[in-house]
């Protein structure tokens, strides 16, 4: 997941940096939507593992 979200932000900055504005704020939303949903993953497996 957290690959993903790395492709995403690539995306949304190559896209920034050809003008492409709408298609960069989408990839950037999704970026970071699939970042967050990454840690939460994460901090559950952390936890899990511990008990």
Do not use: D, E, P, Q
């Given at each position: 997941?957290?690959?993903?979200?790395?492709v995403?932000?690539v995306?949304a900055i190559?896209?920034?940096?050809?003008g492409f504005?709408?298609?960069a704020?989408?990839?950037?939303n999704?970026?970071w939507?699939l970042?967050?949903?990454?840690l939460?993953?994460?901090?559950?497996?952390l936890?899990r593992k511990?008990?």
């Amino acid at each position: 997941m957290l690959h993903y979200a790395v492709v995403f932000f690539v995306i949304a900055i190559i896209a920034g940096l050809l003008g492409f504005s709408g298609i960069a704020g989408a990839a950037s939303n999704i970026a970071w939507i699939l970042f967050v949903v990454f840690l939460i993953l994460a901090v559950i497996s952390l936890f899990r593992k511990k008990t």
